[in-house]
């Protein structure tokens, strides 16, 4: 038959998220920096809608050019791929960070020393993720909060209970971002502190981290799909460093497409 590119074939659009996403900063430079990615655009949408074209193009064996990441559920319902990034412009490998407000240390000296060890591996993102597909984000924190005693332990060593202390943090609303505040919030919770959670675009958490407004995040992707807001913000908080390590950004596709590279794509 007739040899179409995949260029033509998906109209020359690459399916993002929501406009203030780091991945779409990052996605908008990426087209940018490809030659052949000259004539391409990013249809921004919002993340629902990406995963809903995504399963229609995947029900219909159609190809398919998403902006995706990992940890997300994604990967394990559908056979995608990421394809190679050698300009590396949507970034490597990469850390989640916690990231506090300049004072919280002196304010709030407990709290300060939770965030501070809350570590955990993206097995165990992956593992909240997946179960509140089928419940809730809370319920699946509980759950996993149940079954992981030892990891929870570790976060609030030296922790005592506290009574009429309050502590905001600031979050993203991605199910990656809903999955760690979730799990903060209820072991906060069962210290006794009240806990709010502000799902928020990422310029407006640094922003609220760095002007003292909300006390911490666990939200901050790092080096890259954040950079420009860190890059931004730095002097104003208190990094404390990864919380997750081996997070991972990309242009994906479904399997079955015969293609590898991002330089696979024709103008
Ligand atoms: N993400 C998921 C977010 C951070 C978490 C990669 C879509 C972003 O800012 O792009």
Redesign the pocket.
């Known amino acids: 038959g007739k040899n179409v590119s995949i260029g033509e074939q998906v109209d020359y659009k690459i399916i993002g998220?929501e406009p203030g996403?780091?991945?779409t900063e990052l996605s908008e430079n990426t087209i940018a920096e490809y030659q052949n990615l000259q004539g391409w655009e990013l249809e921004e949408s919002s993340t629902p809608g990406m995963l809903g074209s995504l399963e229609q193009a995947i029900r219909n064996e159609e190809p398919i050019i998403i902006t995706g990441?990992t940890p997300h559920w994604m990967f394990s319902s559908y056979d995608l791929k990421f394809l190679e990034d050698p300009k590396g412009t949507l970034g490597g490998m990469e850390n989640i960070n916690t990231l506090v407000r300049k004072d919280l240390a002196k304010d709030l000296p407990d709290a300060y020393t939770l965030l501070d060890q809350f570590y955990w591996e993206p097995e165990d993102m992956e593992a909240v993720m997946y179960e509140a597909q089928a419940t809730s984000f809370e319920e699946a924190a509980e759950k996993w909060i149940a079954q992981n005693e030892e990891k929870v332990n570790e976060w609030t060593k030296g922790m005592t209970k506290v009574k009429g202390k309050e502590i905001e943090l600031a979050s993203?609303p991605?199910d990656?971002?809903r999955a760690s505040s979730s799990v903060l919030q209820a072991v906060f919770e069962e210290l006794g502190y009240t806990v709010t959670i502000t799902p928020v675009d990422?310029a407006i958490m640094f922003q609220a981290i760095a002007s003292g407004v909300v006390d911490a995040t666990v939200a901050a992707?790092l080096p890259t799909?954040?950079s420009s807001f860190y890059a931004k913000y730095k002097e104003d908080f208190v990094d404390l460093g990864e919380n997750l390590t081996g997070t991972k950004?990309g242009f994906v596709v479904p399997a079955y497409m015969d293609i590898d590279s991002i330089e696979d794509l024709q103008p």
């Open positions: 998220i996403a780091g991945l990441w993203t991605w990656s971002e990422p992707w799909t954040h950004n």
